[in-house]
């Protein structure tokens, strides 16, 4: 018996500390791909979550004397694709096209934005998704057109990024758009970078002809505030008793009666709709100088605009794959 215990208790000891010893192992692993993935993400493209929730192995690799200003005095800009929680493969596609992109001294956020959770297997999916990519944003509503989604999201928004370890304000543009539209980030972050960051109103000015942004509104295929107009939403009356009707014509309305939105910018014809068919309302032919392509409803649109603008042409040649 005696001799029985004990060998069991040197034998559980031996594997106690081997286990310890793997699992420091398991650690060491962990950190060098932690070090090696956060520079990866240190291109400051979307879809890394809550970047300042954590810190990042890549910043305390930087030299310290200058790392506190590292983000400062980059542009921050949110990008709120407005969707539905159905919408995986949208989701995931779009994660694809904008993870493959590339942005210089901006950093821009992609975050998925819809209402309440409905069904069981969203509380599986959507969640999953958001362990991994952590871009979703639940707004509190019940999902809706026209009746106030885009007010929801624009006044949450102080809310859910007021945090006290993020720099002020957290983003400088709020932009929200349509899943599908093609942003091409590196140019609207050039777009907007000389703009004023406050009291801004950014967009496609509706109608299709006008190239007044004074008079009207900006077109919801995508549309930028600065952040001191999210907070004004938030804040103000005027947004909370006029919540009913076409959401970005109610956004509009808004600046108007608030006298919001100094401050303009006509983003006609960086950015327009697909070119075909020509009856099509509101196109412009591709060109370099495109911030966005909206109406992309099919396929064949995705990928003659994906195309046009070279999203494939960094491919790294490999022994692994042949792609002519
Ligand atoms: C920090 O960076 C600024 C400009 O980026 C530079 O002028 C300054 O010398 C740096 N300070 C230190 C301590 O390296
Ligand atoms: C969500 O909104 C409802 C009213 O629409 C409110 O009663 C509830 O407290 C809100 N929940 C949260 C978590 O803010
Ligand atoms: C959305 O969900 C939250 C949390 O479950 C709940 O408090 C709220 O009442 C819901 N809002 C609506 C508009 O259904
Ligand atoms: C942000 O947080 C601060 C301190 O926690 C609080 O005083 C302030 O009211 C909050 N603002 C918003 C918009 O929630
Ligand atoms: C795409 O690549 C071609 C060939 O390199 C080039 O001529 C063209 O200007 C590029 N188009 C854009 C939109 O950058």
Known sequence: MATKAAFADSSSRRFIVSSLVFILFLCAIASINEVRFAAVRNIKCAFTGNPASEISPALLLQPASNSSSDDDDDLRILIGIMTLPDQYMRRNFLRL???????????????????????????VWVVLEIMKYDDIIILNCTENMNRGKTYTYFSSLPEMFNDSDRPYPPYHYVMKGDDDIYFRLENLAESLKPLPREDLYYGFVIPCNSMDPFKHYMAGMGFAVSWDIVRWVRDSDIPRSHLVGPEDKVFGDWMKMGRRGRNRHNAKWSMYNFPEPPNLQCTHEFWPETVAVHLLKNERRWIKTLQYFNATSNLRPSKLYHVS
Request: proline fraction near 0%.
């Open 97 to 123: 096209v904008y993870g493959t992109q590339s942005v210089t001294n901006a950093r821009i956020d992609i975050k998925f934005v819809f209402c309440n959770l409905t069904k069981e297997e969203q509380r």
